[in-house]
């Protein structure tokens, strides 16, 4: 009788351990799976800063080029079909 008591004890005993197992398992994989994902949208972030500094880098430099004066006459003239006076505008198709 103390035997067969014994063993319903150690079966309980077992399946609570089984169980803390099981719950303990699914934390790990679910905290493993999070960091997974937050790495994976880290290097997505990580690569839009690459080409934010990139075009960050192309507007400050139009701006330079802007702020001289004989740029923003060629420009306009080439971009928009400005001509000085008696010149004659001839667009050629690329």
Do not use: H
């Not at 008591?5 to 679910?30: H, P, S």
């Not at 997974?36 to 690569?47: G, M, S, V």
């Amino acid at each position: 009788m103390k035997r067969k008591e014994t063993k319903r004890k150690m079966f309980i005993i077992a399946i609570i351990y089984i169980a803390l197992g099981a719950v303990l398992l699914q934390n790990v994989v679910t905290t493993m799976y999070q960091i997974y994902t937050k790495n994976k949208e880290k290097k997505a972030f990580e690569q839009e800063l690459v080409e934010l500094k990139e075009k960050e880098d192309e507007l400050k430099a139009t701006v330079t080029k802007l702020q001289d004066p004989d740029y923003v006459a060629r420009y306009a003239r080439e971009k928009y079909l400005y001509s000085k006076d008696g010149e004659i505008i001839i667009r050629i198709p690329d």
